[in-house]
C-alpha cells in the first residue's frame, strides 16, 4: 500500500490550494483518512480527518476555512484550503488508518503515511 499525496506550493495570504492524497495496493477499505502538518520546530498536528462513515473534525485553527472530503471508489482524500494564512506554512502528510489490504490468502489492516507536500503562504 502507498500513498502518494499531490497539490502543495506557493501561495500568498488570502489565497487557495487543494491537496490530494491517492492510496494505492490492494485495498479493501480504509477506515481514516487525514492530513497532518508539521511546521518548523513544531511537532507534528493533525489538520483534518475523515472516517469511512462521513465523521469529519477539524483542528480549530483551520476549522470554517479548510474542507476534507473523500472519494471511497477512488480511495482518494481532499484538503480545500482557503483564505490561508501564513501560519498554515508547513509541510503536509496524508495519512490512512485502518487500511485492510490482502496479501495472498490473508488479510492485514495497519497505518500508513504519505510522503508529504509542502506548503508556504506568503504574507
Known amino acids: 500500500v502507498q500513498l502518494q499525496a499531490s497539490g502543495g506550493g506557493l501561495v500568498q495570504a488570502g489565497g487557495s490550494l487543494r491537496l490530494s492524497c491517492a492510496a494505492s495496493?490492494?485495498?479493501?477499505?480504509?477506515?481514516?483518512m487525514g492530513w497532518y502538518r508539521q511546521a518548523p520546530g513544531k511537532s507534528r498536528e493533525l489538520v483534518a480527518g475523515?472516517?469511512?462513515?462521513?465523521?469529519?473534525n477539524y483542528a480549530d485553527s483551520v476549522n470554517g476555512r479548510f474542507t476534507i472530503s473523500r472519494d471511497n471508489a477512488k480511495n482518494t482524500v481532499y484538503l480545500q484550503m482557503n483564505n490561508l494564512k501564513p501560519e498554515d506554512t508547513a509541510i503536509y502528510y496524508c495519512?490512512?488508518?485502518?487500511?485492510?489490504?490482502?496479501?495472498?490468502?490473508?488479510?492485514?489492516?495497519?497505518?500508513?503515511w504519505g510522503q508529504g507536500t509542502q506548503v508556504t503562504v506568503s504574507s
Open positions: 495519512n490512512a488508518d485502518g487500511v485492510t489490504y490482502y496479501r495472498g490468502s490473508y488479510y492485514y489492516t495497519d497505518n500508513y
Open positions: 495496493g490492494r485495498i479493501v477499505s480504509i477506515n481514516f
Open positions: 475523515i472516517t469511512s462513515g462521513d465523521i469529519i
